[in-house]
Nanobody, 114 residues
Framework: QAQLVESGGGLVQPGGSLRLSCAASGSFFQSYIMGWYRQVPGKQRGFVASITTGGITNYLDSVKGRFTISRDKDKNTVYLQMNSLQPGDTAVYYC????????WGQGTQVTVSS
């Protein structure tokens, strides 16, 4: 079973940056598409970004140009670099392996507020 451990969340002012990390167990990291989703209270968890094993990326329209997903094969880690953060980005961010029917991390809170 995949183990996904997120880190890097926190409180940041509007316009600031954060980098989320997701450490994954090796066998799953090499085989699965990896992604980030986010959820706010009262709403469904939604797609933010994904990256295939071949490095092809996909983004939610509202984060294009601000967020960058990447993966480090040597460290079995996926990153989400978030720049120009806005209050609307406030959510719990979840790391995912294998799509919505795959595996999930425990989530990390990102709060954008002045």
């Amino acid at each position: 079973q995949a183990q996904l451990v997120e880190s890097g969340g926190g409180l940041v002012q509007p316009g600031g940056s954060l980098r989320l990390s997701c450490a994954a167990s090796g066998s799953f990291f090499q085989s699965y598409i990896m992604g980030w989703y986010r959820q706010v209270p009262g709403k469904q968890r939604g797609f933010v970004a994904s990256i295939t094993t071949g490095g092809i990326t996909n983004y939610l329209d509202s984060v294009k140009g601000r967020f960058t997903i990447s993966r480090d094969k040597d460290k079995n880690t996926v990153y989400l670099q978030m720049n120009s953060l806005q209050p609307g980005d406030t959510a719990v961010y979840y790391c995912n392996a294998g799509g919505i029917i795959g595996f999930w991390g425990q989530g990390t809170q990102v709060t954008v507020s002045s």
